[in-house]
């Protein structure tokens, strides 16, 4: 649903937004850019927020009263991060972040380094017969003074009477949020680090992150542990299926390469667990149930409801993660139950549906992720593209591994870029899927509606004997016991049928057409090797001219680090699924119509 | 640290009270017995609690915004449990809560029966592919409907699509707080159950509590485990010092005991832990720490500097508890290191601090704890009065079990009071010392410096031949081998001194004598034991008329009941150490001069 928007300006930059009623001034001058200066994480806790409401009201809250003084409030200062939009408003904003580390990051989006975890260093007063304030109240008022609210549960308070006398009050804070994680013994500042996951069905990535310069540590991929399960989520839910213990099985499976990616990324990186102090975690929505445990059968069926959606926040050692002991895991929220959290970590990391421009998103896989729009509006959907782009289905289709071809260049001869270099061709896997039907296409050697020639159509042609005969079917021969058949290109034109579809149902719905579009995005591992070009002469994406279609790389881990390093941007990522409005395809009719009508490949003299 | 108080009037009821700057509307309400109506705990969800400020403004809050409309807003009307206190006000209510379910407890103290933990019984919708919406989203937005906010952890999380789907999406959410502890099948609201527990460093005392009706659904004490590591709180603190692992040996002794009393408490009444969803816990201080197994150390030496004094909230699975497996543990705060959440239960038991009536709540023990004052101010304080009223240090003293004398009579004979009745008597407890005393000065047998006369200087005395010689110190015969000793005399001089001091220190500082005084309350199981009229003879309590001077029994397990019964009260009891002044007694100088002066017993002529 979307809702009414209203408009917010701010002075002296005379910059202006529209955000939906209820965000805050802090949240929507981020979203635009314009870092309020803070240090509290939005919390209303460090005062450094305040601007001047000039025009549009917002009443004062708590912390306003506890933070500014009557005559301010009098004056029409306010908290920007507890000031809530209910009205068109003007404000003064007297300090933005000053000279702020940033990092650029993602699609060269320049993210200001202020992670949510922080690292503070008091010497605090020691007790004395005056001053008996207990050790959680001596630590809360100091962190006060600086700025900092805190909560502190009961595993630390275990650690503090000791840390504390031993360390001679001296020590260190380490918030995550206003959760307090940990006190250290001294000034430990200087090592802070955190770990983002991106959690995909077939492979893991973790990039463990120095929270301080905003550089990884290491980086470390692996297949996910839950592969014997079955390749891809509807496999994995199927094995859930088979009860409680099952659900634990793919659980502990899922932890466990975490766990052993931590392992390696501490091993090469020299730095501890105990220095990891949060992880924050994308993934689709079947990977996110199954690393907590929650069973994702509901999301197999119709009307494909999860159990949860929003981001959550749990402490690592409830799933057994293998960072600080009262470190955190963070998720990011989904769209829809299959538009997840790695598509609003490719969101953040591509700043989509924050910028001007109107772009539209594509995540190729199993099911294609679209989102499209700008700032002033945008949509998500999931297309059921099937698996012919990760090679299943198709009669000689592949993974991308070694020995499998994933380009394609058709002349007088076949040419073929194999994986692995000098090795024979195996197979074919999605991209290179892509390209040889495009291929096959600009050679002539099969027709708009996807039907291969007979040999006898294209005499001349230098490759016409590489049309063959297949078990009575017509397939073409791309090497040595590689072809593709014709029911593989069927294969294709669905899948790319539907997510075309879907790009084109949330292109009526805004009223835009290919012309309007200033990018495509490719996410995803996938995108990253599909040939723009060929994409596009397969009418996988709309008819925008080539360095218009850019692949955007694992656009859904960046999005996870990009959260790591920066509570403003996370606050974001929690942000989007109001600001986005999820488009559900099955079941509508011009679905259904458009998908018939794009089955067929685009004419060639009409793609630009 | 006392704080300016500001003056509330509450309309049509014309009454009046004064609070602390920063006190909600609704809580000021309750603190003098106005409920206003509501049913979400006062969390800003359900918007019953809305009431017209007259006088004084209050800014709206998120949540007004949430739950008014703006006209309502702009006439001045506020949710009382978001709209604070920062100046005098008037403000009207439209709503007390009708007719409440309410429980007479503690003294008297009538407790509306509004538990934190809550039942509600939603016939959910179910998903549809029009209505997609998660299944934490879809129980979320139902309670919000029926105005209570909720929090959904991941253990809880992981039992919804199945409870969900298995009872047709006919369930019932049981929340504690905003907290979701469990989502049942059916309508459960019938059965609803918590415990609070009474945390003696002698004696452990668990009532289960039937939170529907208020009453006690079965009641058990029992010796607290930790007894091999000592009797009192000192000898506790000690074995703790030798390390984590002895540290959790106390935490481990009294989780057992509180599971042995639970485990009787459930087979007694046919109540399950699955229907058990909080425990509020009171207890002194140290009894906290090591229950949550945090270091005491530092409370058993200068400057007593506990961990942690507020209250606190934890999932009772983190200590091993037997309630519903994510059930909450709540405790109450401290005011100090020596007056704990026992004294805070005591409080909230009495309404002492609360009503206009100036009365001292003392709970005489190795410490006394000392609560003096009334609505307008109180003060609270600690006096070391060292083990004499437990027995200890007494020639013949023993603790209150069968065969101590627990009262005395003297006239022309010994008249004895002995606990088991018909035996023999084998030593005297605390009581029977203060009776004994009491009724040796009455006697004329001793003299106001505490000295005990001669037989020569009382020859005509019935019972001179009782006063004899032991050891070279003079001595009074109770009973076969049982005797008082002139050391026994001093000892219980310098414990009643003590107490006695702390009580004239904190009137000192209220500027209040004895015959301001409207009661005096004598808390704790030794408190029921005590003759008032002893107690005022030797001077242990001011000298008031005696039917003023009232035992209130276990005071402590009271107000945890009442904490457990109502959320208001809880709020109470979470606010008094922002309303009750701690005052420290060792280092003052008043202390040190006044505890000479009342070394002395009282002379009988001055005692009214």
């Not at 990018?519 to 996988?540: D, H, M, T």
């Not at 959260?563 to 395809?585: G, H, K, M, N, T």
Request: charged fraction near 20%; hydrophobic fraction near 40%.
């Amino acid at each position: 649903m979307i809702q009414r928007k209203l408009e917010v300006t701010y002075l002296p930059f005379d910059r202006t937004t529209r955000v939906p009623p209820g965000t805050t001034l802090f949240s929507a001058a981020h979203w635009i850019g314009l870092p309020i200066d803070s240090t509290c994480g939005g919390r209303g806790t460090c005062g450094k927020c305040k601007v001047r409401v000039i025009r549009g009201g917002a009443d004062a809250e708590t912390a306003d009263h506890r933070q500014l003084r009557p005559a301010e409030i009098a004056d029409g200062w306010r908290l920007s991060c507890q000031a809530r939009i209910y009205q068109d408003m003007t404000c003064e904003v007297p300090q933005l972040l000053r000279v702020p580390k940033a990092a650029t990051m993602g699609l060269g989006r320049l993210v200001i380094l202020d992670p949510n975890v922080r690292k503070v260093y008091l010497e605090l007063r020691e007790p004395t017969m005056e001053d008996q304030r207990s050790d959680v109240a001596r630590l809360k008022d100091a962190l006060t003074e600086e700025g900092h609210g805190m909560v502190a549960g009961v595993s630390v308070l275990r650690t503090m009477p000791q840390v504390f006398r031993e360390a001679g009050f001296r020590v260190t804070a380490v918030l995550a949020g206003e959760h307090l994680v940990a006190i250290e013994s001294g000034d430990t500042t200087g090592e802070c680090y955190g770990v983002a996951f991106d959690v995909g069905t077939t492979t893991l990535v973790g990039t463990l992150m120095n929270l301080r310069t905003g550089m990884a540590a290491s980086v470390l991929s692996t297949l996910n542990g839950q592969a014997p399960f079955g390749a891809d989520v509807i496999s994995r839910i199927s094995h859930g299926m088979n009860g409680p213990e099952a659900i634990q099985e793919l659980q502990e499976a899922v932890i466990g390469t975490m766990n052993t990616i931590l392992a390696e990324l501490y091993r090469d990186s020299g730095v501890s667990p105990q220095q990891t102090y949060e992880a924050v975690v994308v993934g689709n929505v079947t990977m996110l149930h199954l690393l907590f445990g929650i069973d994702p059968t509901p999301l197999s069926m119709a009307p494909f409801t999860p159990a949860f959606m929003d981001e959550l926040s749990i402490e690592a050692r409830e799933v057994g993660l293998q960072i600080h002991p009262h470190g955190y895991i963070q998720t990011l929220p989904a769209l829809g139950a299959y538009v997840g959290a790695d598509i609003v970590g490719g969101v953040l990391a591509t700043g989509v549906a924050r910028e001007d421009k109107l772009r539209v998103f594509v995540d190729v896989g199993t099911n294609g992720e679209i989102v499209l729009g700008n700032a002033q509006r945008a949509l998500a959907t999931a297309a059921p593209a099937g698996p012919a782009f990760e090679g299943s289905q198709i009669k000689c289709g592949m993974r991308a591994t070694v020995g499998a071809i994933e380009g394609v260049q058709l002349g007088d001869r076949v040419e073929l870029q194999v994986i692995g270099g000098d090795v024979p061709a195996e197979g074919i896997c999605g991209s290179g899927l892509v390209d040889a039907v495009a291929q096959l296409l600009l050679a002539g050697l099969l027709d708009y509606s996807g039907r291969f020639k007979k040999p006898e159509d294209v005499p001349d042609h230098p490759l016409h004997d590489r049309l063959i005969d297949v078990d009575g079917m017509r397939a073409f021969v791309l090497a040595d016991g590689v072809y593709l058949t014709q029911r593989d290109i069927r294969e294709l034109q669905f899948a790319k049928g539907s997510i075309a579809t879907g790009i084109k149902v949330l292109m009526d719905i805004l009223g835009v057409t290919a012309k309007d579009l200033d990018e495509v995005l490719l996410g995803g591992s996938f995108g990253s090797y599909l040939n723009p070009e060929s994409a596009k002469i397969i009418g996988l994406v709309p008819p925008v001219d080539v360095d218009r279609i850019i692949a955007v790389g694992n656009s859904a881990g960046e999005g996870a680090k990009i959260a790591l390093l920066s509570y403003r941007e996370r606050q974001v990522a929690f942000e989007l699924p109001s600001r986005i409005e999820y488009v559900e395809l099955s079941g509508r009719s011009d679905f259904n119509d458009s998908f018939i009508s794009v089955l067929a490949f685009p004419q060639l003299e009409h793609v630009p």
